[in-house]
T-cell receptor
Framework: AQTVTQSQPEMSVQEAETVTLSCTYD???????LFWYKQPPSRQMILVIR????KQQNATENRFSVNFQKAAKSFSLKISDSQLGDTAMYFC???????????????WGLGTSLAVNP | KAGVTQTPRYLIKTRGQQVTLSCSPI?????VSWYQQTPGQGLQFLFE???????NKGNFPGRFSGRQFSNSRSEMNVSTLELGDSALYLC????????????FGEGSRLTVL
């Protein structure tokens, strides 16, 4: 079964500090894409960062970076210099298969609720 | 560019009724996906439409259906509502230029009494 596990239902961090959110996934496919999405309170879900499984280099987007460990099927998200606006639910997700790049059927974790405290 | 628009934002129905939810994608986006979000199950894929054709379908009963119009607007319908259908229904549009990036609407929150 294809699954995504986010083992930390809730986390908190002080403003300006660094926090890491964990994600593990299970798939037998070799071609897949991994994503972190963010859902702020009462606002739309938005893409934070994506990683293609065949790329060794970890993706980065400004203060957001990932630690992709393919053999361990681990895909953690690091948020540096946390800001109050980072308070949100964070979801780890992936698509897979031959057409993974155009596959809109994402498999999602249950999310980690992150609170950034002033 | 206007974002993804979902209507209605909130609705309350009773068991046995049916409901239709609407989604207007970002201009130029031809793919529309629907997800059900609940606290216990998280986000679960319902279906995706591209150019008026259903491309992919999740594991939901036949009571859940959808369609897409020539202007890419999409609707989903749930018939014979059950209490367990209470959820936030999210619509996401996308183009095929950026892999995997879904643009979500604010959702339609359905409560079934």
């Amino acid at each position: 079964a294809q699954t995504v596990t986010q083992s930390q239902p809730e986390m908190s961090v002080q403003e300006a500090e660094t926090v890491t959110l964990s994600c593990t996934y299970d798939t037998s496919e070799s071609n897949y894409y991994l994503f972190w999405y963010k859902q702020p309170p009462s606002r739309q879900m938005i893409l934070v960062i994506r990683q293609e499984a065949y790329k060794q280099q970890n993706a980065t987007e400004n203060r957001f970076s990932v630690n992709f460990q393919k053999a361990a099927k681990s895909f953690s998200l690091k948020i540096s210099d946390s800001q109050l606006g980072d308070t949100a639910m964070y979801f780890c997700a992936f698509t897979q298969g031959r057409n993974a790049g155009n596959n809109r059927k994402l498999i999602w974790g249950l999310g980690t609720s992150l609170a950034v405290n002033p | 560019k206007a974002g993804v628009t979902q209507t209605p934002r909130y609705l309350i129905k009773t068991r046995g009724q049916q409901v239709t939810l609407s989604c207007s994608p970002i201009s130029g986006h031809r793919s529309v996906s629907w997800y059900q979000q609940t606290p216990g199950q998280g986000l679960q894929f319902l279906f995706e439409y591209f150019s008026e054709t259903q491309r992919n379908k999740g594991n939901f009963p036949g009571r859940f259906s959808g369609r897409q119009f020539s202007n890419s607007r999409s609707e989903m319908n749930v018939s014979t509502l059950e209490l367990g259908d209470s959820a936030l229904y999210l619509c996401a549009s996308s183009s095929y230029g950026r892999t995997g990036e879904l643009f979500f609407g604010e959702g339609s929150r359905l409560t079934v009494l």
